[in-house]
């Protein structure tokens, strides 16, 4: 018997108990109030979901799989539109009191055919947001506190407005076949602002952005080749050589390519002037 | 202490599992080879890891722990010796995998005095015997690099099936052989496409030496596996428009992963014909994540055509017996 309990202890990590809920959208639903999600939403590539002013979508943490991030998340494969204001904006948080990341997985829009976020807030995530494959808009949203505030791959998307904060990276893309404009966002206290891991190939504009305040601004993916571009952003310094030091790339490793980030904002844009596009490019 | 053994002998047994078959079959023209040497040398060709013999039927059976691997095959018959490589050299085994083997016949190589600081290779690119034109000769510093940059390569052969090669720095060099039918040079082989192994690589080339080689190339071709060994599961569908009609000229691929493309997949068919069917072959029971899609390797483009099986939320589709009548839906991504 003692044999027989300790075989089944070290056998404990290959084993899987439980199963991780799963409640599929097949139609159109609104969402409204607090809504909680106990393990997997999948919204079908039939379904459509529409979250109104002022919802709370509570991630109940629990981790199964035990990999140390929460296995609560929202997966599109059809619609999303998220409509918060500004006074009234949708949360997707975790259910614990005190927020830190990974306490739930991500929202996750992969193949779906069309997202848009707009007065969202998305904090203690993996990732907050994730696109991929997807035409998507993310406007006036807020991530703070994630692994991954907003996370993209080949998408075609236009994100403008928004405030990332307290992540380990801002914005962390593999662009891809992706194609689209990141403007007016503020994205500050990261660990690195902007993660370019690989396969970026300046499709994506970065212009009117403040990046200012990070571990790193922007830090080059160890794979990425291509030299990359982000012109016209404001990085909350006025000189050339005091910008460099912010940004992890051929300056300070020879195997990295190259950020051009001339010519730079001295002035935060964000204080003055935001113009973005009403539904996209 | 009896429980200290326990646990060496539940790791030795964990790391028992974890190896993985290469099963292939050696093959000379159209028939099959019993008795060819199969030999497994690491990534850098400098040791042999494992050598096996094929049987009466030519396929041969390997067991490998994970790493990267060179398969090479000999064999002499009638005073003729024979040499063949696999077109996957050098390949990285974390799965089990079927990898067939095509003999060429062994051709000598010559040397001769130059008047330069360099090594210079004239060499002489065959298929079937005979002269191959517009073919290019690839020289590689390590095996590791073969599917990325060469060191150097040459113009494709004329009509002689002749290139040159001069100005090369002595040392120790892979040469390989390519054509691509689509007039690349550059990117993965696709079938019908040709390639060759210099037969003595990896080779030192010495200053103010010649060297006139031959090197003979084969088509690659999709590996046909036997039913036997393909695998012990079949799952059969159909690649559909959003109108219900049969696409062809897709794949269908099978991961063992949710995050599909974040490792090799499992199986993937043969690209589908007019009638739009495709046949997945799985190695053993269990939870597949299957779709299709129009482009091999790398991430899905915008326009590919696209597909994954809706039955389950995450695509996933369990497997215990054969499985047939399964439809795909394909569309272009983000269009």
């Given at each position: 018997?003692?044999?027989?309990?300790?075989?089944?202890?070290?056998?404990?990590?290959?084993?899987?108990?439980?199963?991780?809920?799963?409640?599929?959208?097949?139609?159109e639903?609104?969402?409204?109030?607090?809504?909680?999600?106990?393990?997997?939403?999948?919204?079908?590539?039939?379904g459509?979901?529409?979250?109104?002013?002022?919802?709370?979508?509570?991630?109940?943490?629990?981790?199964?799989?035990?990999?140390?991030?929460?296995?609560?998340?929202?997966?599109?494969?059809?619609?999303?539109?998220?409509?918060?204001?500004?006074?009234?904006?949708?949360?997707?948080?975790?259910?614990?009191?005190?927020?830190?990341?990974?306490?739930?997985?991500?929202?996750?829009?992969?193949?779906?055919?069309?997202?848009?976020?707009?007065?969202?807030?998305?904090?203690?995530?993996?990732?907050?947001?994730?696109?991929?494959?997807?035409?998507?808009?993310?406007?006036?949203?807020?991530?703070?506190?994630?692994?991954?505030?907003?996370?993209?791959?080949?998408?075609?998307?236009?994100?403008?407005n928004n405030?990332?904060?307290k992540?380990?990276?801002?914005?962390?893309?593999?662009?891809?076949?992706?194609k689209?404009i990141?403007?007016?966002?503020?994205?500050?206290?990261?660990?690195?602002?902007?993660?370019?891991?690989?396969?970026?190939?300046?499709?994506?504009?970065?212009?009117?952005?403040?990046?200012?305040?990070?571990?790193?601004?922007?830090?080059?993916?160890?794979?990425?080749?291509?030299?990359?571009?982000?012109?016209?952003?404001?990085?909350?310094?006025?000189?050339?050589?005091?910008?460099?030091?912010?940004?992890?790339?051929?300056?300070?490793?020879?195997?990295?390519?190259?950020?051009?980030?001339?010519?730079?904002?001295?002035?935060?844009?964000?204080?003055?002037?935001?113009?973005?596009?009403?539904?996209?490019? | 202490?009896?429980?200290?053994?326990?646990?060496?002998?539940?790791?030795?047994?964990?790391?028992?599992?974890?190896?993985?078959?290469?099963?292939?079959?050696?093959?000379l023209?159209?028939?099959?080879?019993?008795g060819?040497?199969?030999?497994?040398?690491?990534?850098?060709?400098?040791?042999?890891?494992?050598?096996?013999?094929?049987?009466?039927?030519?396929?041969?059976?390997?067991?490998?722990?994970?790493?990267?691997?060179?398969?090479?095959?000999?064999?002499?018959?009638?005073?003729?010796?024979?040499?063949?490589?696999?077109?996957?050299?050098?390949?990285?085994?974390?799965?089990?995998?079927?990898?067939?083997?095509?003999?060429?016949?062994?051709?000598?190589?010559?040397?001769?005095?130059?008047?330069?600081k360099?090594?210079?290779?004239?060499g002489?690119?065959?298929?079937?015997?005979?002269?191959?034109?517009?073919?290019?000769?690839?020289?590689y510093?390590?095996?590791?690099?073969?599917?990325?940059?060469?060191?150097?390569?040459?113009?494709?052969?004329?009509?002689?099936?002749?290139?040159?090669?001069?100005?090369?720095?002595?040392?120790?060099?892979?040469?390989?052989?390519?054509?691509?039918?689509?007039?690349?040079?550059?990117?993965?082989?696709?079938?019908?496409?040709?390639?060759?192994?210099?037969?003595?690589?990896?080779?030192?080339?010495?200053?103010?030496?010649?060297?006139?080689?031959?090197?003979?190339?084969?088509?690659k071709?999709?590996?046909?596996?036997?039913?036997?060994?393909?695998?012990?599961y079949?799952?059969?569908?159909?690649?559909?428009?959003?109108?219900?009609?049969?696409?062809?000229?897709?794949?269908?691929?099978?991961?063992?992963?949710?995050?599909?493309?974040?490792?090799?997949?499992?199986?993937?068919?043969k690209?589908?014909?007019?009638?739009?069917?495709?046949?997945?072959?799985?190695?053993?029971?269990?939870?597949?994540?299957?779709?299709?899609?129009?482009?091999?390797?790398?991430?899905?483009?915008?326009?590919?055509?696209?597909?994954?099986?809706?039955?389950?939320?995450?695509?996933?589709?369990?497997?215990?017996?054969?499985?047939?009548?399964?439809?795909?839906?394909?569309?272009?991504?983000?269009?």
């Amino acid at each position: 018997m003692k044999f027989l309990i300790f075989l089944i202890f070290l056998l404990f990590p290959y084993l899987s108990f439980a199963q991780i809920p799963v409640k599929e959208i097949k139609n159109e639903e609104v969402w409204q109030g607090k809504i909680f999600i106990d393990g997997i939403v999948a919204v079908r590539n039939s379904g459509k979901l529409i979250i109104k002013e002022g919802t709370e979508v509570i991630f109940k943490t629990i981790d199964i799989d035990d990999d140390g991030i929460g296995d609560s998340e929202l997966y599109v494969e059809g619609e999303i539109y998220v409509y918060g204001t500004e006074n009234f904006p949708v949360i997707f948080t975790s259910d614990k009191p005190v927020k830190e990341p990974s306490q739930w997985k991500y929202v996750m829009v992969n193949h779906a055919k069309y997202a848009y976020f707009e007065h969202a807030i998305f904090e203690s995530a993996f990732s907050g947001l994730q696109i991929h494959f997807t035409k998507g808009v993310v406007k006036n949203c807020i991530f703070r506190s994630n692994v991954d505030g907003f996370r993209f791959s080949t998408a075609n998307i236009y994100v403008c407005n928004n405030i990332m904060t307290k992540n380990k990276h801002g914005i962390r893309y593999e662009e891809r076949d992706s194609k689209g404009i990141i403007e007016y966002n503020h994205i500050f206290d990261n660990e690195i602002g902007i993660f370019p891991v690989t396969a970026c190939y300046n499709m994506v504009i970065f212009q009117y952005n403040a990046i200012e305040k990070n571990g790193y601004n922007i830090k080059v993916g160890y794979e990425q080749k291509k030299d990359l571009t982000f012109k016209n952003n404001y990085f909350g310094m006025v000189f050339e050589r005091d910008i460099k030091k912010t940004i992890y790339d051929k300056n300070h490793d020879k195997h990295l390519p190259k950020v051009n980030f001339k010519p730079f904002l001295k002035k935060n844009i964000l204080r003055s002037r935001i113009k973005c596009l009403e539904n996209g490019y | 202490m009896r429980y200290l053994k326990l646990i060496l002998l539940f790791f030795w047994l964990i790391q028992e599992v974890y190896c993985y078959e290469i099963k292939g079959r050696v093959m000379l023209g159209d028939r099959p080879v019993s008795g060819a040497n199969v030999k497994v040398y690491e990534e850098n060709y400098k040791d042999i890891i494992k050598e096996t013999q094929t049987d009466k039927e030519g396929y041969y059976l390997l067991e490998l722990d994970e790493g990267i691997y060179n398969l090479v095959s000999e064999f002499e018959e009638k005073g003729k010796i024979y040499k063949g490589f696999s077109g996957k050299n050098p390949f990285f085994v974390n799965e089990s995998y079927y990898v067939g083997i095509k003999l060429l016949p062994l051709y000598r190589y010559k040397v001769q005095k130059n008047k330069t600081k360099s090594a210079i290779i004239v060499g002489t690119v065959l298929f079937n015997g005979k002269p191959l034109e517009g073919a290019t000769a690839f020289l590689y510093l390590s095996m590791k690099d073969i599917k990325g940059m060469p060191y150097l390569y040459s113009q494709p052969t004329d009509k002689n099936g002749k290139f040159i090669l001069k100005n090369i720095i002595p040392g120790e060099y892979f040469v390989v052989v390519r054509k691509k039918n689509n007039g690349s040079l550059f990117g993965p082989l696709e079938e019908g496409d040709y390639m060759g192994f210099f037969q003595y690589n990896p080779f030192n080339f010495e200053m103010n030496k010649t060297y006139k080689i031959v090197i003979p190339t084969f088509k690659k071709i999709q590996d046909e596996m036997p039913l036997h060994l393909k695998g012990q599961y079949k799952i059969k569908g159909i690649a559909v428009d959003e109108g219900g009609r049969p696409v062809s000229g897709v794949y269908a691929f099978a991961y063992k992963n949710k995050e599909l493309g974040h490792e090799r997949p499992v199986s993937i068919s043969k690209k589908t014909g007019n009638d739009g069917v495709f046949e997945l072959y799985l190695p053993s029971s269990g939870k597949y994540y299957i779709g299709v899609r129009e482009f091999y390797g790398g991430t899905p483009v915008q326009g590919e055509r696209y597909g994954l099986y809706e039955e389950s939320f995450d695509h996933h589709i369990i497997v215990d017996k054969d499985i047939e009548n399964i439809k795909i839906v394909v569309k272009k991504i983000l269009q």
